[in-house]
């Protein structure tokens, strides 16, 4: 295991600094940089998660940003496989089955929202993606309600980009 930080240019791994975007949480968030091997090498991924248990309908919010290198392109006819392949392998990470997705846009940036259960039906969720750049940025909730409960959705509509 590598022991990466700021001065770990040598390996090629692009390291988050600072955010590029923001998001309301209620709750100061529990955060995580991990380091995560992908189809294109190492890649870092800064995660927030607030998870409330039993407190609420919605039971987790979770926001992140992973960072690819610079010259990370995937050009427009090959986002909609992209974002396919981060979708499967979020539920997959969740062992979730798959319940619907759509197409959303922020900011003219397609981007991908989808539903999956857990827990054999007890537990949902909903993220949406955006590959803007070189940063792929995901935010979700885990729900017990049939649909998410306005504090899950105003969450969810409370990302911001600060920088692009």
């Known amino acids: 295991m590598l022991n990466l930080t700021e001065n770990s240019k040598d390996y090629g791994i692009p390291i988050i600094k600072s955010d590029s975007y923001t998001i309301s949480y209620n709750r100061t968030p529990e955060i995580q940089s991990l380091f995560v091997d992908s189809s294109e090498g190492l890649i870092n991924t800064k995660v927030k998660i607030d998870e409330r248990g039993t407190d609420s309908s919605t039971l987790v919010f979770m926001s992140s940003e992973s960072k690819y290198h610079s010259n990370f392109r995937v050009e427009n006819e090959e986002l909609d496989s992209f974002y396919i392949k981060s979708m499967n392998g979020s539920i997959n990470s969740m062992n979730g089955e798959f319940a619907s997705k759509k197409e959303i846009s922020y900011l003219g940036h397609r981007g991908l929202e989808f539903y999956a259960t857990l827990y054999e039906g007890q537990v949902r969720c909903c993220y949406r993606i955006f590959l803007i ?32």
Do not use: A, C
Not at 141 to 158: H, V
């Open 133 to 164: 750049n070189d940063t792929l940025y995901s935010i979700g909730i885990l729900y017990t309600n049939s649909q998410p409960d306005e504090e899950g959705l105003r969450f969810m509509d409370s990302f911001k980009l600060i920088k692009n």
